[in-house]
Nanobody, 115 residues
Framework: QVQLVESGGGLVQPGGSLRLSCAASGSISRITTMAWYRQAPGKQRDFVAVITSGGTTGYADSVKGRFTISRDNAKNTVYLQMNSLKPEDTAVYYC?????????WGQGTQVTVSS
């Protein structure tokens, strides 16, 4: 079993920055893909960013150039650096770990961008 715990969410003004963390524990393989998703009220959960165990990254168009995903394999932790935040970035952010044949989700952390 794998557990994921997100942290770092909060309230920030437009244009500000936040750094989210997601720490994984349990039975973790060397080969994993970790990703961030977000879900705004009344909307579906959307992909934000992904990083493979080899460090290859991918981003949703809406966050390219503003968000950066990274990981520390020794700590089984993935990060999401969010800069130039906009009100439309407001959502609950979820961490996801893919490790064949299973996927695991964290409990989510709230990010609110408002003046």
């Amino acid at each position: 079993q794998v557990q994921l715990v997100e942290s770092g969410g909060g309230l920030v003004q437009p244009g500000g920055s936040l750094r989210l963390s997601c720490a994984a524990s349990g039975s973790i393989s060397r080969i994993t893909t970790m990703a961030w998703y977000r879900q705004a009220p009344g909307k579906q959960r959307d992909f934000v960013a992904v990083i493979t165990s080899g460090g290859t990254t991918g981003y949703a168009d809406s966050v390219k150039g503003r968000f950066t995903i990274s990981r520390d394999n020794a700590k089984n932790t993935v990060y999401l650096q969010m800069n130039s935040l906009k009100p439309e970035d407001t959502a609950v952010y979820y961490c996801k770990l893919n490790q064949v044949p299973s996927s695991y989700w964290g409990q989510g952390t709230q990010v609110t961008v408002s003046s």
